[in-house]
């Protein structure tokens, strides 16, 4: 009898009305507050006013849609 093995990819989405804030390290989503303007790591938040696209790498907001990340990468 073979086992059954599942795997599940967690994606979040937002939508953010003003500009991204990255959370305090350490802090998460199940166990803390947060703002509604935090974007942990993997995260996907989009801006409709601006039509800004944003992730954070933990550190720093990264917008993806700016001309330079998107030509060169960053």
Known sequence: MASLVENFIRRIEKIVASSATVPIPGTDHV???WLDTDIYP????????NGKLYT?????II?????DSILYGL
């Open 31 to 33: 166990n803390d507050t």
């Open 42 to 49: 993997g995260e996907l938040a989009i801006q409709f006013a």
């Open 56 to 60: 954070s790498d933990g550190e720093n």
């Open 63 to 67: 917008q993806l849609n700016r001309e």
